[in-house]
């Protein structure tokens, strides 16, 4: 009786062992807090956890430290020292910027590919960080996938032509296509640029009307304001004009405001005269270029245009008159 009653109590302590005594981690569990239904489930209860918190860790340290990287690299871009191939213009773009328009322009720039780059690597790492926590779950993944196909193709359908824009925006930014401060034409709408996003470019023309433009819908650009301008002068003459002598005149005036030290930091080439243009009813034309800067071009343009005028005068140098209506075979230049 004494012996039934012994093989019974080490069958009683038998049972306490956890079958999953060849888990390490359940052999652990059981030699700590000595609860059996804990060792059994550890897998469950401790081990999937553990894999699942590790793994949300292990993602936003990864985001955290990768948004950093971009951000630093962005800031440099947008505040630190001007690229090596721009270095030889250094000193004339900091003449030539006094709003900080070039500045704005390379910080949004920045901050536009920043922000690009910031949402794609959230995406990937987000992705795979959840696609890593379902399996660790025991979901089976196809149907999902399947799912999330589904859906991208419906997506894409209804809602290609802000997708079209996105891209657009990006493409537009990554080649510098134009920036904060660029005077463009843009086929529907020409002006200044104001602000240059992922969806919309804002620009405003010369009667100050805002235009918002979709960069999906941007088919072409002129840009006037990358390199240098050149400012374009066809003064009218009457037929009779003695044109050497008014070609010798239009030189020196553009020479005189060449050497001119007011004007020097914006003319970038001597300037040329270049002779008859074009012959009409009205008149001959005779050209005269000035190579310049962008934001002065304009600038450069209406003062050589007074100054030839005043001299033309002070020579007596005729412009040709306005034909009549109905007039059109009439002899041009007759007073």
């Given at each position: 009786?004494?012996?039934?009653?012994?093989?019974?109590?080490?069958?009683?302590?038998?049972?306490?062992?956890?079958?999953?005594?060849?888990?390490?981690?359940?052999?652990?569990?059981?030699?700590?807090?000595?609860?059996?239904?804990?060792?059994?489930?550890?897998?469950?209860?401790?081990?999937?956890?553990?894999?699942?918190?590790l793994v949300i860790v292990l993602a936003a340290v990864v985001r955290g430290v990768t948004h950093r990287a971009i951000q630093r690299l962005t800031?440099?871009?947008?505040?630190?020292?001007?690229?090596?191939?721009?270095?030889?213009?250094?000193?004339?773009?900091?003449?030539?910027?006094?709003?900080?328009?070039?500045?704005?322009?390379?910080?949004?720039?920045?901050?536009?590919?920043?922000?690009?780059?910031?949402?794609?690597?959230?995406?990937?790492?987000?992705?795979?960080?959840?696609?890593?926590?379902?399996?660790?779950?025991?979901?089976?993944?196809?149907?999902?996938?399947?799912?999330?196909?589904?859906?991208?193709?419906?997506?894409?359908?209804?809602?290609?032509?802000?997708?079209?824009?996105?891209?657009?925006?990006?493409?537009?930014?990554?080649?510098?296509?134009?920036?904060?401060?660029?005077?463009?034409?843009?086929?529907?709408?020409?002006?200044?640029?104001?602000?240059?996003?992922?969806?919309?470019?804002?620009?405003?023309?010369?009667?100050?009307?805002?235009?918002?433009?979709?960069?999906?819908?941007?088919?072409?650009?002129?840009?006037?304001?990358?390199?240098?301008?050149?400012?374009?002068?066809?003064?009218?003459v009457a037929h009779d004009t003695d044109l050497e002598r008014a070609r010798r005149v239009m030189q020196q005036v553009a020479d005189s405001m060449?050497?001119?030290?007011?004007?020097?930091?914006?003319?970038?080439?001597?300037?040329?005269?270049?002779?008859?243009?074009?012959?009409?009813?009205?008149?001959?034309?005779?050209?005269?270029?000035?190579?310049?800067?962008?934001?002065?071009?304009?600038?450069?343009?209406?003062?050589?245009?007074?100054?030839?005028?005043?001299?033309?005068?002070?020579?007596?140098?005729?412009?040709?008159?306005?034909?009549?209506?109905?007039?059109?075979?009439?002899?041009?230049?007759?007073?």
């Amino acid at each position: 009786m004494s012996r039934s009653l012994t093989v019974l109590a080490a069958n009683d302590g038998s049972s306490g062992v956890p079958d999953c005594a060849d888990y390490w981690l359940c052999q652990k569990l059981f030699d700590w807090f000595g609860l059996d239904w804990l060792a059994e489930n550890a897998r469950v209860l401790v081990a999937t956890p553990a894999r699942i918190l590790l793994v949300i860790v292990l993602a936003a340290v990864v985001r955290g430290v990768t948004h950093r990287a971009i951000q630093r690299l962005t800031d440099r871009t947008a505040t630190g020292a001007m690229p090596t191939i721009l270095r030889p213009l250094r000193n004339r773009v900091a003449q030539n910027d006094p709003d900080g328009q070039i500045t704005e322009r390379r910080t949004q720039r920045a901050e536009a590919i920043g922000s690009v780059l910031r949402s794609f690597a959230s995406i990937v790492i987000l992705g795979i960080a959840v696609v890593l926590v379902l399996g660790e779950l025991g979901i089976n993944l196809a149907p999902i996938v399947a799912s999330a196909g589904v859906v991208g193709v419906a997506l894409g359908f209804g809602a290609q032509n802000l997708i079209k824009d996105f891209i657009a925006g990006i493409g537009t930014i990554l080649e510098d296509q134009y920036g904060v401060g660029d005077v463009v034409d843009l086929g529907e709408a020409s002006g200044t640029v104001e602000a240059v996003g992922l969806r919309i470019t804002r620009l405003r023309d010369v009667n100050g009307v805002v235009w918002y433009m979709r960069n999906g819908e941007v088919l072409r650009v002129g840009n006037k304001s990358q390199g240098f301008a050149q400012v374009v002068i066809d003064m009218p003459v009457a037929h009779d004009t003695d044109l050497e002598r008014a070609r010798r005149v239009m030189q020196q005036v553009a020479d005189s405001m060449y050497a001119e030290e007011e004007w020097a930091a914006v003319l970038l080439a001597e300037p040329e005269s270049l002779g008859v243009e074009q012959i009409t009813a009205e008149g001959v034309f005779l050209r005269l270029v000035v190579r310049a800067t962008n934001a002065d071009q304009w600038q450069i343009g209406r003062e050589l245009r007074m100054r030839l005028k005043e001299r033309f005068v002070a020579e007596g140098i005729r412009t040709p008159l306005p034909l009549l209506a109905g007039s059109a075979g009439a002899t041009a230049g007759v007073r």
